[in-house]
Structures are given as structure tokens and as C-alpha cells.
């Protein structure tokens, strides 16, 4: 079974601290993509990626960065955190496979920005 | 510009009961269709997909969905609900090709006993 992990379940900062989410997946997949998930709006996608050191924007990146340095691996940083970014954050892979683009999720960090 | 709209952001069913979940969606290529669900806080699993072929597709825990292209729909449906179906089910519309998946705002299932 595909595997994929997150760094915290649950993230309490303050307001101007630097976060960084973790997420690694362990199924050789080559895209990676961070949501953040609220009530009423679904999930939007932030940054993505489909290679190592490649990286593309989402709906909504203001206010995020990204790094994949190794295959696995995917973080998500928040710069300067500040309240509007209180929310749950989803991390998802998939493969590049011509019929099949579905993707599977980490468990989620619920982040809190105090 | 793709977009997924889910009817009823809260559904309520009696447990042995039919479910039904409507998603419409908009793409501007043939779509691959998917609807997920969340348990309490977990993150989001695959029920079932519709990449090509046959227009009805079954997925996990007795759900199915059928592809209706004239309609622009994909609605989930469950004959008998049961009380661990209690979840938060979202549609999806990837356009064929594309590494973006719009999600629909979701529909928050309760059933009652």
C-alpha cells in the first residue's frame, strides 16, 4: 500500500514564525502536491511538483514555498505565518501515468496560527 | 476553466437507506472523474474513478458512480447506507493530461440509526 506521511498532526505557531510541513511518500512517485483544506472551500492546491527540484504554483501560493530536494520528500513552508493561514493542510502523490491521476493522501496536519 | 459542484453540503440519510450525492462538473477536454472520501481526521482515500470505458464504475464499501457526459454529472450513489458511511465525500475532475485536480467543496454525509 502506498504510504504517505506527515510531519505533525497537529502544529501550534505564533504569528511572524517560520513552519516548515513535512510529507514523504514512499512509493516512488513522481508528483507531489501540498492542499490546504477549509470548511465550505474544498481543497486548493498551493504549490505542486513533478520532478525532484521542480516546482509549480497552485490557486494559492501567496504566502507559501516549497522544496523537493529528494524524490520522496516534500515540504511546504510558511515564511512569516500569519492567522489566515490557520487551516488544515493536506499532502498528496500520485503517479505519472497516463490514466490514472489519482492521489493519495497523507493524514493531514491541523496548523494553528496564534 | 474546470470546475466541480457538489449539491448539498450536508446530506442526511437513515441508516438501510439509499445515498446519493450529486457532482456536476465543467471541463473543457474528456475528464477523469473521482470521488473521494474523509473519515474523521484522516486525510482523503480514493472510492472510485472514471478514466474511460464503461460509464458506471464501481468502487470500495458497495458505492458506485455513473458517467453521464450529456448531463455533465457524476453522482455517487450507495443502495443501503450504513452508519460507518458517516464521512465527507468529495468529487474531483482532473481534464485528461493536466496534473491539476479540482476538488468540489464537498458533502458531509450523516446517517442515522
Known amino acids: 500500500d502506498v504510504k504517505v506521511t506527515q510531519s505533525s498532526r497537529y502544529l501550534v505557531k505564533r504569528t511572524g514564525e517560520k513552519v516548515f510541513l513535512e510529507c514523504v511518500q514512499d512509493?516512488?512517485?513522481?508528483?507531489m502536491f501540498w492542499y490546504r483544506q477549509d470548511p465550505g472551500l474544498g481543497l486548493r492546491l498551493i504549490y505542486f511538483s513533478y520532478d525532484v527540484k521542480m516546482k509549480e504554483k497552485g490557486d494559492i501560493p501567496e504566502g507559501y514555498s516549497v522544496s523537493r530536494e529528494k524524490k520522496e520528500r516534500f515540504s511546504l513552508i510558511l515564511e512569516s505565518a500569519s492567522t489566515n493561514q490557520t487551516s488544515m493542510y493536506l499532502c498528496a502523490s500520485s503517479l505519472m501515468l497516463l490514466h490514472s491521476y489519482e492521489q493519495y493522501f497523507g493524514p493531514g496536519t491541523r496548523l494553528t496560527v496564534t | 476553466a474546470q470546475s466541480v459542484t457538489q449539491l448539498g453540503s450536508h446530506v442526511s440519510v437513515s441508516e438501510g437507506a439509499l445515498v446519493l450525492l450529486r457532482c456536476n462538473y465543467s471541463?473543457?477536454?474528456?475528464?477523469?472523474l473521482f470521488w473521494y472520501v474523509q473519515y474523521p481526521n484522516q486525510g482523503l482515500q480514493l472510492l472510485l474513478k472514471y478514466t474511460t470505458g464503461a460509464t458506471l464504475v464501481k468502487g470500495i464499501n458497495g458505492f458506485e458512480a455513473e458517467f453521464k457526459k450529456s448531463e455533465t454529472s457524476f453522482h455517487l450513489t450507495k443502495p443501503s447506507a450504513h452508519m460507518s458511511d458517516a464521512a465527507e465525500y468529495f468529487c474531483?475532475?482532473?481534464?485528461?493530461?493536466?496534473?491539476?485536480?479540482?476538488f468540489g467543496a464537498g458533502t458531509r454525509l450523516f446517517v442515522k440509526a
Open positions: 471541463s473543457s477536454v474528456p475528464p477523469y
Open positions: 474531483a475532475v482532473n481534464p485528461q493530461g493536466g496534473f491539476k485536480t479540482i
Open positions: 512509493m516512488d512517485h513522481e508528483n
